[in-house]
């Protein structure tokens, strides 16, 4: 299968947008070869030893045509917030910007646009952010991305700007047939003391099947803040592989929460390097897995220099036959004195056929540095359960309270209320509570 990506980007790739800037062409050029060398991953790979993506591979999928879909209020509004309108937002529906559901309020000054515009607007400073880009040739899903890439969104905050509003960057999905692929690419760039929170949100409204290949890049300035959410609350029967990088210089604060809840298959990977000193950075997550659902994150904190701090907490809720995977890595370079990191990943399992590949990882180098990670496997307490019971409550409902408190040691980890509040009723939702 890999032969079909390899002639479909000769194909493609007069028509893909930024065709007539020469070093992206260039760009495009070297991750498809860096493709046809490693092909798609096996569980032979260490990365992806739990994880067997030949249920995308088998598939020969073809680019999204962007054919704009109508949808009723009632089928999207379970997905977005209640007072969505007050927040700016990109919108894309099938690939493609939706600009009528985009609304670019509240930015003031802050850059809120689509790929191919940024192309063309803001080319320097996009060639600069690509060129040192070399996550895709460990990563033969990047390196799809980096051929296909089509639209996604441009994100700039000038220096010393705070955002009270999140910015929401939503990709709906419901194609017509089942041999559609969207490869999307996001940028935020937070200039010196900038402050925001970025949502990232991939919605499927209709059983349909797909592929989503998505890869998002942030560069976090001297003294800059971002908090970004990712919601993946696909198609059961999609495929969505996304790869979220992090540059973070000195005195910067980054913090990530990955929400999994869609999907037949899901892998999130989140890479963070503290690359000056003083960098703080937390990764959360919380993913539920049910039916025949397979959910795997892999999660890298790079201690490039010293005096920095790290935190991590990933959640998971594993029902019926869903199977879980959690991969995190903490490295402490050699020069990284006096790093501070902690990691720790805890997993619900609510039935028998569950399952969970855990793998808490640290690689230290230095000597002067404080660490620890650990992973907990359990199922609900009985006592509890039974107290609750004894109160009137019925089984249902004594379980899902049960796990809704579990969620939210995540949830409250969220700084902006808004989103922290929109994040508590999708939970909900997909709790059935």
Known sequence: MKEHYL????????GLCGKEFPWLKRIREEAISVFAKTGFPTTKDERWKHTDVSSI????????????KEFSNSTLDPFFPKNSKEFSSLFFVNG???????????LEGVKVKNFSQALREDNDLLRKV??????????????????FMENGAFVFLPTSKRLEYPIYLIFVSSPTNDLTSFYSKNIVFAQEGSQASIVEMYVGPEKNRYFVNTATQIIVEVGASIEHTKIQLESE??????AVSVLQNRSSQ???QSLSFGGALTRNDFCSVLNEEGGECSLNGLYIAKGKQHVDHYTTIDHAKPHCMSRELYKGILDGHGHGVFTGKIIVRKDAQKSDAYQMNRNLLLSKDALIDTTPQLEIFANDVKCSHGATVGKLDEDELFYLRSR?????????LLVQGYTNEVIDLIKNKNVQQHVKELVLQRLGA
């Open 96 to 106: 493609k910007l939706d600009q009528e559901r985009s609304n670019l309020n509240r």
């Open 7 to 14: 002639s479909y980007f000769q194909k493609q790739k007069d």
């Open 130 to 147: 690509f060129e040192s880009q070399t996550s895709f040739k460990n990563n033969p899903f990047l390196a799809l991305n980096a051929a």
């Open 254 to 256: 980054f913090t990530s």
């Open 57 to 68: 591979v088998q598939i020969p999928f073809e680019l999204g045509n962007g054919a704009k």
């Open 392 to 400: 009137g409550l019925e089984l249902n409902t004594a379980r899902n």
């Open 237 to 242: 029967d999609a495929f969505h592989i996304g």
